[in-house]
């Protein structure tokens, strides 16, 4: 027999709330004044693998009515395939879903049953209207993540439909039926896909204002929200054919090119392909050892499900802010299963390597999209962006200012919102881009944006027309940008600005700018450089931050000179000039002079942020900017004419000139530091008990972290004191490198800088008592290295005792009767 009305309650475990609902649902429908649709009706129960008494109380219910029919799953496969079983059983000319906590009463029935009645074929009732009616509402931070859940899903899924998720709806039957078979979700997201389903077969769908409380119990989670869209993105997928993955005008030319950026960053690396575990960049000091650590520590937090932010393998016992530090979740979490199966050398040389060709090839599709339509010359321009002198000096172990690929994407979404097609879609994209980027790398996204203020303000001085027209979708395109980023970075930025171990700024010198001289030279690892002449110019091998040549400082002139009635590239020169400007610092020295001069970057340099940057890194800015001119010229030079002339082949041959000396060579690889084997060989687990630190001498610091080696070699097995890391320091808790100082890493990093052996007093062993008792130190530590005997003797007079000689170290067991 046919019915009226179908009214499909989904449950799992919901043995405390069913009763009463069906009871309910019952009464109401069962009153003898309400007539119309409930004049014959049928309640279909879903039973979605529940393991307590739902099934029971269902049963029950169908036995005292036989009107009432459970449907039961083999086992928990979540709402929407429960949604789906009870809709494909039902026989009515009108369907009604609703959750089993009655969040919105039966009663509104009569609300949506008028929307169908006025011609609508699904009306689903929501809470965001003026006119909804909420008696009681959820806790504001599970509001607030659930009104941005929603409006991400309703952006991105179905534009129009405010609330997508009310658990509360009225569908035709028939309709319903057909859209729910076609149905693929088992999750939260089958709400969006058969209003999907519904709006591309034309079916008008009303949304009506409902009463709405929430109920304790729910089994919605704020997060669920994501696994929506994610389910969302799944099916859109998996509806994908090979041809809608293809851009339009891609060509083999193009996977060309993306091959032989692969095959540049591959050979810029081959040094430690050749054995990943057993080769070291010399160059890059210390921080091969500390990235390695960091893609271990993020390894074996995602393996154990344990906080990826923070962590006490190193620093014991105070910790390390693991967001307050570098550590690249976005990297070092998918490449998580790389560092398990090959260990974190080899994920950290894949990531490196991987990252900086898909950055050239980022840059690339941008500067195609955006700058010349020439493959050949947005080649040529993405390979500067990507390749350039601070870039490969970056290369050696920093890899948050080389893997970038997520800055063209930024940069390409921001320059759809100023044309205005589709502000909010671009707006929420662009917002969910800038959280990934901040989980790559804060720095260069604030370098980044920099670069690009420097180049609007630019661009919107020489084209005021342009700026004006832009300038309100870009406002509200970044307001919806922002709205979409906050609630994703929200705590992970509370942890790093506010959380254990956190800081206010790193101290890196008073003056990190560049010399004008460095703008203009060759880096160490250009073809052109010299280790002496870059050494004297940068902080170090992996701040080379400039050394761009003068070969192409005069390019860029030139082509300047000869493109100058052209906006963009007024632009991008005034981009360029400015950050090398800034990249001067606070204060910097006229070569060949002792005159000093107030730098431009004094005014910034007290500012939020900007007090954290090494200001010589503003020069990486130039790279784009420099990379999009070239590529101007070229495309000029390649495509105005349908044969080359003499002009434009000297045209060329400067471009190359001017690129050949900055062409870098592969970074420099050494066998790297045998690992002991005390630690190598799990020794060290006799002497390292639960919750004690093995203590290194001396303690390891910026200077000296290869006992992170020695750790992520054992498996991250015990836990190091000292350590190489961003932490506080001080009342203040300003950011300085490595830990905290104490009396004893003092005393220990002084000898070894010395070779000297201090007279230990009785001060100076109380001082280490405390120092090793605060440590919770299991074990001291000496492996042999410069000055061993010094450090010995000093260890021995702390401790007034001798060493033991195990597994060729020097080792002092802190246990009791030892």
């Not at 060709?357 to 050949?376: C, K, M, P, S």
Request: proline share 6%.
């Amino acid at each position: 027999m046919s019915v009226d009305l179908t009214v499909v309650v989904p449950a799992y475990n919901e043995e405390r709330r069913l009763g009463p609902t069906l009871e309910a649902i019952r009464a109401y429908l069962d009153d003898g004044s309400k007539e119309g649709v409930r004049a014959r009706w049928e309640l279909i129960v879903v039973d979605d693998g529940s393991t307590d008494r739902t099934p029971e109380i269902a049963v029950e219910a169908e036995l005292s009515d036989s009107r009432v029919q459970l449907v039961q799953s083999d086992r928990n496969r979540g709402k929407g395939h429960a949604l789906r079983l009870g809709v494909l059983a039902s026989r009515g000319a009108r369907v009604l879903v609703t959750d089993a906590d009655l969040a919105a009463p039966i009663e509104e029935l009569e609300c949506l049953d008028k929307a169908l009645t006025d011609g609508h074929v699904a009306a689903i009732g929501s809470r965001a209207g003026a006119d909804a009616t909420i008696e009681e509402r959820q806790h504001r931070l599970r509001e607030l993540m659930g009104r941005t859940g929603n409006f991400l899903i309703r952006t991105v899924a179905v534009p129009g439909i405010r609330d997508t998720q009310c658990g509360f709806k009225l569908f035709d039957g028939d309709r319903a039926r057909e859209a729910f078979a076609a149905s693929r979700l088992r999750g939260w997201g089958i709400d969006v896909e058969i209003l999907q389903y519904f709006r591309r077969a034309g079916w008008p769908v009303a949304e009506v204002p409902v009463r709405w409380a929430h109920q304790e119990g729910s089994k919605v989670r704020p997060f669920d929200y994501v696994k929506v869209l994610a389910e969302l993105t799944s099916l859109k997928a998996r509806s994908l054919r090979p041809a809608d993955l293809r851009p339009a005008d891609l060509r083999p030319a193009d996977l060309l090119v993306a091959a032989l950026f692969l095959v540049m960053a591959v050979a810029l690396y081959s040094g430690r392909w050749v054995a990943p575990g057993e080769r070291y960049l010399p160059d890059s000091l210390q921080d091969q050892n500390q990235w390695e650590w960091f893609f271990a520590v993020t390894a074996d937090n995602v393996r154990h499900l344990q906080n990826p932010l923070f962590t006490t393998l190193q620093n014991h016992p105070d910790g390390v802010n693991l967001m307050a530090n570098t550590v690249m979740l976005g990297l070092s979490v998918p490449f998580a299963p790389v560092t398990w199966l090959f260990g974190p050398a080899a994920a950290l040389n894949a990531a490196m390597t991987l990252g900086l060709a898909a950055t050239a090839v980022a840059w690339y599709w941008l500067i195609r999209r955006r700058v010349v339509r020439h493959r050949g010359a947005a080649a040529v321009g993405a390979a500067l962006a990507a390749f350039a002198p601070p870039m490969i000096s970056h290369a050696h172990a920093h890899p948050n200012f080389m893997v970038l690929f997520m800055i063209p994407l930024i940069i390409d979404r921001a320059l759809r919102l100023c044309e205005g097609t589709r502000v909010v879609r671009d707006g929420v994209v662009l917002g969910l881009f800038t959280a990934y980027q901040i989980f790559l790398g804060e720095e260069p996204l604030l370098l980044a944006a920099l670069g690009m203020v420097l180049f609007s303000a630019a661009y919107g001085t020489v084209r005021g027309d342009v700026a004006r027209a832009a300038l309100r979708p870009l406002a509200r395109g970044l307001g919806v940008a922002v709205a979409v980023t906050l609630p994703l970075v929200a705590f992970p930025l509370y942890w790093q600005f506010f959380g254990p171990q956190s800081y206010t700024s790193v101290l890196h010198g008073d003056n990190a700018g560049n010399s004008p001289l460095a703008l203009v030279s060759f880096a160490e690892r250009s073809l052109a450089g010299n280790e002496k002449t870059a050494g004297a110019l940068a902080l170090n091998p992996t701040e080379q931050n400039a050394f761009y040549g003068w070969p192409l400082a005069a390019l860029a002139f030139a082509i300047a000179v000869r493109l100058w009635e052209r906006a963009a590239v007024k632009a991008l020169t005034f981009t360029v000039v400015a950050a090398a400007f800034l990249s001067l610092g606070p204060r910097f020295r006229i070569p060949l002079t002792d005159i000093v001069l107030p730098g431009p970057w004094k005014p910034l340099s007290h500012l939020p942020l900007f007090e954290s940057v090494i200001e010589s890194r503003v020069a990486m800015v130039c790279a784009p900017a420099l990379g999009m001119l070239v590529a101007l010229a070229l495309a000029g030079l390649l495509t105005s004419a349908r044969r080359m002339t003499a002009a434009r082949y000297a045209g060329v041959a400067a471009v190359a000139l001017a690129l050949l000396p900055i062409v870098p060579a592969p970074l420099r690889a050494v066998e790297r530091a045998e690992v002991p084997a005390f630690i190598a060989d799990g020794t060290w687990k006799s002497y390292v008990g639960e919750g004690e630190a093995l203590v290194p001498v001396p303690l390891p610091d910026p200077a000296n972290a290869e006992p992170l080696h020695w750790q992520t070699t054992a498996g991250l097995g015990f836990r190091l004191s000292g350590g190489y890391f961003n932490g506080p320091w001080g009342p203040d808790r300003v950011g300085i490198y490595g830990a905290a100082p104490r009396n004893t890493s003092n005393l220990l990093r002084d000898v070894r800088a010395s070779g000297r052996a201090p007279q230990i007093t009785d001060a100076w062993r109380r001082a280490a008592r405390e120092d090793l008792a605060y440590w919770n130190a299991g074990v001291l530590v000496l492996v042999p290295q410069e000055h061993d005997a010094e450090l010995r003797v000093t260890v021995e007079e702390l401790l007034d005792r001798p060493g033991k000689w195990v597994d060729g170290v020097w080792i002092w067991d802190l246990h009791k009767g030892s």
